[in-house]
């Protein structure tokens, strides 16, 4: 218990130093907000060029599937991605300071990756959720059914996303810089997940590889239960598929650590 309580009180206090950039999330919400009526504004040219098609998912859905992504755009992986503190931590052998802690490294920055995407996620989904349900066509979800399992579903996927963010920024026991893996996720992410396009409106043949891949759990499993696009008795299958993949993610960095601390010299006097 006693362990536990330090990993919260370290979750804690990076939550809350997070919260004090307000400056940076308001400017944040402006950028997003632009984005988001570009994409939007891309989504309806493409469905009024699509008449006789029939569309895996309704032009409202896929508006509002579009403004989640934006109010939660923070929580994705590759918004701090290594952490930046512990590349610095690495590369400068401070990272030694980091090991005299009587607490597990691994669970260490698995708290620290989690208040990394909550909180700069709580400054700016309230105010996009505040100007885009009653003004940019944002609709709420249809019942509170579909409402609960999108909450459910966010914790999960907020405890998958920061599973693998801790399993990327592990390794840089091995890279130290972290700039090449820090260029390879962002793409992979915000087109696997459903961040750029709803995973949806791809081609029938990707979507069992989407469906069976990580990265579905982090944006549309979530956002497709929100709108009802998938029912709510869809969600024990959801939280199954991101339990699996966090189990996996934890066991993986966990693994990438321990090796990793084997080989670790501290140089520096």
Known sequence: MSALLAYWAVFRARFRALLQYRAAAAAGFGTQLFWGLIKVMVLEAFYANAPGARPPMALGQAV??????????????FSTNPDPEVRELIRTGAVGYELSRPLDLHTLWLARALAARVAPTVLRAVPMFAVAVPLLGMSLPPSLAAAGAWAAAMVFAAALVAAFATAVTSTMLWTTSGDGIARIVPS????????VVPLPLFP???????????????????????????????????????????????????AMVARGLRRLVVQGG
């Open 64 to 77: 509002t599937y579009t403004w989640l992504g934006q109010a939660f755009f923070q929580l994705m992986p």
């Open 204 to 254: 029938s043949w990707m979507q069992p590889w989407l469906d069976a891949l990580p990265f579905r759990g982090m944006v549309d499993a979530p956002f497709r239960l929100y709108l009802g696009h998938l029912p709510a008795r869809a969600l024990p299958g959801v939280l199954l598929h991101q339990a699996l993949w966090t189990a996996a993610f934890v066991a993986l960095g966990r």
């Open 188 to 195: 992979l992410v915000l087109i696997a997940s459903g961040m």
